[in-house]
Each structure stands twice: as C-alpha cells, then as structure tokens.
C-alpha cells in the first residue's frame, strides 16, 4: 500500500524511532511531526499531551497516513489510548510501550527491570500497570530522570558532564538489582553506550527505538499495508523551527533532514 506512514513526537527526539523504523522499512515513506512548539511533553499534564497528539493526528491523517507510530513515550503514555479511539479505522495507530512489554514478557519473566524515562511517562505508571496485567512475574522499577532530555539537547553526552549526571541518576537505589534497564525516552539511545559502561555490561541496556521499529514492521506486514518502494521523499514537519534545529535532526536522525515548518494551529 503505497500511502506513507505517521511518525510523531514531541520535537526531535523521536527521529531516533524513526530512523530505526527507516532501516526496519527502507521503502516505506515517512512523514514526521515533531511538535516543537510545544515541547518538552516528558513535563506537560496528560491532559494537555492529549490535545497536542490530537491535533498532530489531524495533520498526519490529512496527509493521507495509512498507520501512526506515537514515538513519543510521554505521549503513548499519555494519549495512546484516546488517540487509538479517535482515529478509529482511519488508520493503525502503535506506540511505544506495548512492544517494550511484550519484549521484557519474552524475555525477563520472573526478573527484575528497570526503566529510565521522563516525569511524564514513570508519573503515569502505564509500564507499571501493562507488566502487573501482562507479566507479573516481572519486578519493575522506575525512575524519572528530567535532566537527561535537556543535558541532551544542548550537546552533553558523551562526555563527562554527562558521565556525572548520567551515573547519579543511575546510582539511586530504585535501581538496584536490575538486570535489564529499559531507555524510555526518545533522546536516551544517544547516552546509551555512556549508559552501558556505568553497568560495565552488567545489567542489558535496552534501546526501545529497535524494538518498537521491529513491532512496526512485523504490524504492517501482518495487516499487508506494506509499500513496495518509495514514490516521493520523506517529509519532516516541525511545529516550530530554529536555525539550529536541522543540526539537532540530522543528530537524532542519524544523516541530514530537510525540516518543513507546520503549525499545528492555523
Ligand atoms: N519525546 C519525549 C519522550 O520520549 C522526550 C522529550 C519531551 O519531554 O518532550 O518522552
């Protein structure tokens, strides 16, 4: 089905989902919205994340999208379920932590995990709930982690700012006895091999951008909503933009992005 595929988020964050979906699904077209304007979500009220996805849906259902992937975690925390209803049989809607679940599921029964993320998503305790639902054997912990985004964002990782901010947060004993840490964040595969020498391999660092790109593929495969090649290039829509936001793309992309300003409001 030649029609291409959603991808949104709260800024630019999420890219870093929608270049593993583009490696999973080389012939599939996406187009992107990242809002913003209206960033960060990882501190907004459901409420308000709801309103802001509802709009981002409009937009990506007029450009005619045949599924929508929230890759947001604060947003799938958030509005997945409302959103799911709202766009009804226009189009698939996924997010990000149902295929996180169904991993650590597979997995880690019977183990204890972990899970980094914004206030946003660890506040809502929608990881929590899904594994006492689906996997209760599994021990789970959760930490917010508020500094990451933005110590991200402005350039620390990978270096020793981030080394001290990355091994305090680590270090709280929530964390303790885990042997797997979750990466709930869009941003977070950037300091994930900053992540994995704090462990020295002890505990699985695992980047849920891989796996969610996988459970998107394996989704349109089965609904047989595959394309069989690009017709045009991806599109990447941003509800506001700065002369450095195509530097901070190409970052989280992982090669150079052409950003197109969108309003979600007219
Ligand atoms: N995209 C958000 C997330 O994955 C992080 C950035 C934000 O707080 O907006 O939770």
Request: glycine share 6%; charged share 15%.
């Given at each position: 089905m030649q029609q291409p595929i959603g991808i949104f988020d709260s800024g630019l964050g999420g890219l870093t989902v929608a270049n593993a979906v583009q490696k999973a699904l080389p012939q599939e077209r996406i187009i992107y919205f990242g809002d913003a304007a209206h960033l960060p979500y990882g501190d907004k009220s459901a409420a308000t994340i709801q309103a802001y996805s509802v709009k981002i849906c409009d937009?990506?259902?007029?450009?005619?999208?045949?599924?929508?992937?929230?890759?947001?975690?604060?947003?799938?925390?958030?509005?997945?379920?409302?959103?799911?209803?709202?766009?009804?049989?226009?189009?698939?809607?996924?997010?990000?932590?149902?295929?996180?679940?169904?991993?650590?599921?597979?997995?880690?029964?019977?183990?204890?995990?972990?899970?980094?993320?914004?206030?946003?998503?660890?506040?809502?305790?929608?990881?929590?709930?899904?594994?006492?639902?689906?996997?209760?054997?599994?021990?789970?912990?959760?930490?917010?982690?508020?500094?990451l985004v933005p110590?991200?964002?402005?350039?620390?990782?990978?270096?020793?700012?981030?080394?001290?901010?990355?091994?305090?947060?680590?270090?709280?004993?929530?964390?303790?006895?885990?042997?797997?840490?979750?990466?709930?964040?869009?941003?977070?595969?950037?300091?994930?091999?900053?992540?994995?020498?704090?462990?020295?391999?002890?505990?699985?660092?695992?980047?849920?951008?891989?796996?969610?790109?996988?459970?998107?593929?394996?989704?349109l495969a089965e609904k047989e909503l595959k394309s069989t090649g690009k017709s045009e290039p991806n599109a990447f829509l941003v509800s506001d933009i700065t002369p450095s936001f195509e530097r901070a793309a190409s970052l989280f992309f992982g090669h150079k992005v052409h950003l197109e300003k969108h309003m979600l409001w007219e």
């Open positions: 937009v990506l259902l007029s450009k005619n999208c045949k599924a929508i992937l929230i890759a947001c975690n604060s947003a799938s925390a958030a509005a997945y379920e409302l959103i799911k209803a709202y766009v009804g049989s226009r189009a698939h809607v996924m997010n990000v932590i149902d295929p996180v679940i169904s991993f650590l599921f597979e997995k880690y029964q019977g183990r204890k995990v972990g899970l980094i993320g914004t206030k946003q998503t660890v506040g809502s305790n929608v990881y929590a709930h899904k594994l006492a639902d689906q996997a209760p054997s599994i021990s789970f912990a959760a930490l917010a982690t508020p500094l110590m991200i964002e402005e350039g620390f990782h990978n270096n020793s700012i981030s080394e001290v901010i990355i091994h305090q947060y680590l270090s709280d004993e929530t964390l303790n006895g885990i042997e797997a840490l979750i990466l709930g964040c869009t941003h977070y595969p950037l300091i994930q091999s900053q992540i994995e020498d704090y462990y020295q391999h002890r505990v699985d660092v695992i980047d849920a951008s891989q796996i969610v790109a996988a459970s998107f593929a394996e989704m």
